[in-house]
């Protein structure tokens, strides 16, 4: 029978078909002053009686957790990229320009202040491309 300074998730299965057999018919007085004696609880039995009585292997169960923890990393990794996805999508059509409702073209030139109210371009030849009222470079967008 298993020791003391034995922890009950250590013990073996032959230990415990051993200790569900002792325990088999014991009063609850009883029960108890036996599991104290042995450093289990009785929740401990019960847990072995339903692992018996279901007769699920103890490797079957650990591989079949960490399956399904790897497919739980997998899902919230591609979960992340689509909220990625959907918020670079979601400003490009809050940044996308609206046109005028007369059907008319937008004055480029500020008249108070003699400044342009186009987007910029960039003339150096960085990148920067001029997108229907927005600049665009790679995955960042920059207004003017």
Do not use: F, Y
């Not at 104290?36 to 103890?58: C, D, K, M, N």
């Not at 169960?61 to 670079?88: C, H, I, P, V, Y």
């Not at 046109?99 to 342009?116: H, Q």
Request: charged residues 30%; aromatic residues 2%; proline residues 3%.
């Amino acid at each position: 029978m298993a020791g003391k300074d034995k922890r009950p998730q250590a013990w073996t299965r032959e230990q415990r078909l051993e200790a569900l057999l002792a325990t088999h018919g014991l009063a609850e007085q009883e029960l108890g002053a036996w599991c104290r004696q042995r450093g289990i609880h009785t929740h401990h039995l019960a847990q072995w009686r339903s692992e018996l009585i279901g007769a699920v292997p103890e490797r079957t169960l650990a591989s079949e957790t960490r399956a399904l923890r790897q497919e739980n990393q997998a899902l919230k990794k591609e979960l992340r990229r689509k909220d990625k996805a959907l918020a670079e999508t979601a400003a490009l059509l809050v940044l996308k320009k609206k046109p005028l409702p007369s059907g008319g073209k937008a004055r480029t030139i500020d008249r108070r202040r003699g400044a342009s109210t186009s987007p910029r371009v960039d003339r150096r030849g960085g990148g920067w491309r001029r997108a229907q009222g927005m600049c665009v470079r790679g995955a960042g967008i920059v207004t003017a």
